[in-house]
């Protein structure tokens, strides 16, 4: 099972964030919507980043059947973009939601 932490849509030009999450600061949330938002703005189709059942952080992508205006070979790129420029903001992420949702406590290995 996973839980969705935050969406974006070309399509509907609409962000969603998971009431789950609205605890996370102000400036996080921030930085996720304009992260989502530059993404399909950029690419196109739509942005989902959700926690899988280990509490990883997943960003996944698709578009419309038909939408010839997506960009596959983009979306990949971007993605990689996205995970090496936004790395710090991504794996606190992962430990907040493993700490507050999977009730996880950091480790050593995790860099605390």
């Known amino acids: 099972m996973s839980e969705v932490l ?10 969603y964030l998971n009431p789950e999450f609205e605890n996370l600061p102000e400036q ?3 930085e996720l919507k304009i992260l989502c938002v530059l993404y399909t703005e950029d690419v196109g189709g ?13 960003l996944e992508t698709s578009a419309d059947e038909g939408d010839l ?7 990949v790129l971007k993605i990689r973009q996205i995970q090496d420029t936004q790395a710090e903001l991504l794996e606190s992420l992962e430990l907040y939601y493993k700490a507050v949702f ?6 050593e290995e995790d860099g605390y």
């Not at 935050?6 to 962000?15: G, H």
């Not at 205006?69 to 979306?75: N, R, V």
């Open 6 to 15: 935050c969406a974006s849509s070309a399509y509907t030009k609409q962000f």
């Open 28 to 30: 996080i949330r921030e």
């Open 46 to 58: 739509v942005l989902v980043l959700k926690f899988d059942e280990d509490g990883s952080l997943q």
């Open 69 to 75: 205006l997506y960009d596959e070979i983009g979306s």
């Open 102 to 107: 999977l009730h996880e406590m950091p480790s």
